[in-house]
């Protein structure tokens, strides 16, 4: 069995990196655990967010990397992330802020033999 990928994008979600891409040059993504913009996906311009040595690569979206913190990951390792894009406001510093369009995670929990077939991560 193929290992279902960890972080997945809805069409909606490529089409607005694309955007972004165009705008901004090469992007990096990072899953929000903190208080301020909830559990949203924060997307930066690479360069522009530091990633910590515990920090987790869960895959890429449209070629753009996605990480998530260790400590979020652990709660979060038995789910699939979507990312998906919805009416509203982005995170303050999330490039989609003012686009009238933000990123919003969805989750789904991994079946024990989709969870059985994962590559080991963190």
Request: aromatic share 10%; glycine share 12%; charged share 20%.
């Amino acid at each position: 069995m193929n290992p279902s990928p960890r972080v997945i994008a809805t069409d909606a979600t490529v089409a607005l990196i694309r955007t972004l891409r165009e705008r901004h040059g090469e992007l990096l993504f990072f899953q929000s655990g903190g208080c301020c913009d909830g559990s949203a996906p924060m997307c930066y311009a690479q360069g522009e967010f530091i990633l910590g040595d515990k920090d987790v690569h869960l895959g890429e979206l449209d070629g753009v990397p996605f990480y998530i913190g260790a400590d979020q990951f652990e709660y979060w390792k038995h789910t699939q992330l979507i990312i998906d894009v919805v009416a509203g406001n982005g995170g303050m510093f999330s490039l989609e802020n003012g686009s009238g369009k933000r990123f919003l995670t969805r989750s789904r929990l991994f079946s024990d033999e989709e969870y059985d077939a994962l590559p080991a991560l963190a």
